[in-house]
């Protein structure tokens, strides 16, 4: 099944960091945009950050930018998001999906998700 597979979540502190990975399975992820969503409890999902196919260029929501960072490593066919300084608000659900250009909005290949959660 073609899907990506997330993973890294866990329980941290506020102020505290975690990796997430997003590795491809069935495809390659070599042509594609892939962007990182989340979706807290009661609230729609919501895009955080977005790494194009060709330039690697990266793009931010407003409230992570300068505590997240997005990378891919098409060799290993995964997209990480390493997020720092971490926030209770930051608490949600994290998913990854790809489309071909980061202002898509057809985005596929929708995995499981991982778990964030941050006390404060």
């Known amino acids: 099944q073609e899907q990506f597979v997330e993973s890294g979540g866990g329980l941290v502190q506020s102020g505290g960091s975690l990796r997430l990975s997003c590795v491809a399975s069935?495809?390659?992820?070599?042509?594609?945009?892939v962007r990182w969503f989340r979706q807290a409890p009661g609230t729609e999902r919501e895009g955080v950050s977005c790494?194009?196919?060709?330039?690697?260029?990266?793009y931010y929501t407003d409230s992570v930018k300068g505590r997240f960072t997005i990378s891919r490593d098409n060799a290993k066919n995964t997209v990480y998001l390493q997020m720092n300084n971490l926030k209770p608000e930051d608490t949600a659900v994290y998913y990854c999906?790809?489309?071909?250009?980061?202002?898509?909005?057809?985005?596929?290949?929708w995995g499981q998700g991982t778990q964030v959660t941050v006390s404060s």
């Open positions: 999906a790809a489309d071909y250009y980061c202002s898509g909005q057809k985005w596929a290949y």
């Open positions: 069935g495809f390659t992820i070599d042509l594609y945009a």
């Open positions: 790494i194009s196919s060709r330039d690697g260029d990266s």
